[in-house]
């Protein structure tokens, strides 16, 4: 599996979002996006390292960044293809958060939560490469909205919460009745890229 697969599935789970402006928050960035009964939050942080030294007896990598921190890991058993690493090898690591919340105008779908994961790993011979990724989406109903404090409550499939809005042409559209889905994409990718 190579790291470009691992970003084009990042870039699937993100595709929520369709138009953003970006600001950078330490070696990532923030995007955020907003219409008529939709916001939609995705945080992007990057970070390379450059493998200094491997102890094949203990499995520790040692690892430094262009700004020169260290930090020595061990790859445990699950970690395929170890003996594939080297020194002056680059380890990439992307780490990306999606928030998407949706108004339902109208619907009754069911107030539910459901978490699912999924990953991938490299192909045996192949430089190590993995991505982790999780799904939370949750379902609920709006039984009230206070006008005076811009906050609507909604009651979900395990509690009750009370959410501000800071968009008062977002706080118009909601209604007792109406339905908010919460969608939470977390994705964690690592890979191994030759020294050049």
């Known amino acids: 599996m190579r790291f470009v697969n691992v970003l084009a599935a990042l870039a699937l789970a993100s595709s929520v979002l369709t138009a953003h402006a970006q600001a950078p928050i330490g070696d990532g960035s923030l995007a955020i996006a907003t219409e008529p009964g939709r916001a939609v939050a995705v945080a992007t942080v990057e970070i390379t390292a450059t493998v200094t030294a491997i102890d094949p007896a203990t499995r520790d990598v040692t690892l430094q960044t262009a700004a020169g921190d260290t930090r020595t890991v061990t790859a445990g058993p699950e970690v395929r293809n170890f003996d594939q690493i080297a020194v002056g090898d680059t380890v990439a690591v992307l780490y990306s958060e999606a928030l998407e919340l949706r108004l339902l105008k109208g619907q009754q779908a069911p107030v ?32 009230a909205v206070d006008a005076a404090t811009q906050t609507i409550t909604l009651q979900g499939p395990e509690r009750t919460v009370e959410l501000a809005l800071q968009d008062p042409e977002q706080f118009k559209l909601v209604e007792v009745g ?19």
């Open 178 to 196: 109406d339905q908010v889905e919460a969608t939470y994409v977390q994705l964690l990718a690592l890979a191994v890229e030759p020294q050049p």
């Open 112 to 143: 539910e939560l459901t978490d699912s994961m999924g990953g991938a790993r490299a192909e045996q011979g192949e430089k190590p490469a993995g991505a982790i990724g999780r799904e939370v989406r949750v379902v609920g109903n709006v039984i």
